[in-house]
């Protein structure tokens, strides 16, 4: 499976961006998909997942109610809609896949990185003020 996201770009603090993460080959497969962020100089953290069939998701504490994962099965596409943006949410971001059921209920949250296999390039959002 090979990932593409796209959708960053230069936005102003309270502002809004939807990130896209578009799968590619080997899309037969079941595959849980989740977004993390690295700023500069920090360690890359998780934002958030979606399982397989979209029924499952997961965020980070400290942005629920701002951002929103959903998937399109029929154009094999991951959403991340990211509103009220704010300073520190600039970072690059990965979109980032793994086949098959979770294996743990750890994974099932998709938290982990380590737990996925495959990673987009990143896509960079800067949110100004």
């Known amino acids: 499976v090979q990932l593409q996201a796209s959708g960053g770009g230069l936005v102003r603090a309270g502002g809004s961006l939807t990130l896209s993460c578009v799968a590619s080959?080997?899309?037969?497969?079941?595959?849980?998909v989740g977004w993390f962020r690295q700023a500069p100089g920090m360690e890359r953290e998780f934002v958030a997942s979606?399982?397989?069939?979209?029924?499952?998701?997961n965020y980070a504490d400290s942005l629920k109610g701002r951002f929103t994962i959903t998937r399109d099965h029929a154009k094999n596409t991951v959403h991340l809609e990211m509103n009220s943006l704010e300073l520190g949410d600039t970072a690059v971001y990965y979109c980032?896949?793994?086949?098959?059921?979770?294996?743990?209920?750890?994974?099932?949250?998709?938290?982990?990185?380590?737990?996925?296999?495959?990673w987009g390039q990143g896509t960079l959002v800067t949110v100004s003020s």
């Open positions: 980032a896949a793994y086949d098959g059921p979770p294996s743990t209920t750890a994974q099932a949250m998709g938290v982990q990185a380590g737990d996925y296999t495959y």
């Open positions: 080959g080997g899309t037969s497969r079941r595959y849980a």
């Open positions: 979606i399982s397989w069939s979209g029924g499952s998701r």
